[in-house]
């Protein structure tokens, strides 16, 4: 039923299975691309939200100073890596889906 299957997109047990079970396919080089791209990701925001002064300009100078900080800005890099990703799968998956619509 449909209320079965609601309640099963937030079993702990499903999800836990479906995010480590490994099944081998063309494109598994990109699960390290994509975790770490996504830990970048989630570090430039953290950053950006929890750190103090970013709203004024002269503080900025500051904060880019830190080497540590130039590769939290670099985050941006790591969300042009999803926009590559995707389009590489939907590159990759087009002609097998086109040659099964025939």
């Not at 691309?33 to 750190?51: C, E, N, Q, Y």
């Not at 985050?75 to 099964?100: C, E, I, K, N, W």
Request: net charge positive.
């Amino acid at each position: 039923s449909k209320r079965m299957r609601a309640l099963l997109a937030f079993s702990a047990l499903k999800n836990f299975d479906d995010l480590v079970g490994h099944r081998h396919t063309d494109t598994n080089f990109f699960n390290g691309m994509r975790f770490f791209s996504i830990v970048w990701v989630i570090l430039g925001h953290t950053a950006v939200f929890t750190r103090p002064g970013w709203s004024n300009i002269v503080d900025i100078k500051h904060i880019v100073d830190d080497y540590a900080m130039v590769v939290v800005f670099g985050a941006f890099f790591a969300v042009d890596t999803f926009f590559f990703m995707s389009g590489f799968l939907q590159a990759h998956l087009l002609p097998a889906y086109l040659l099964r619509l025939k």
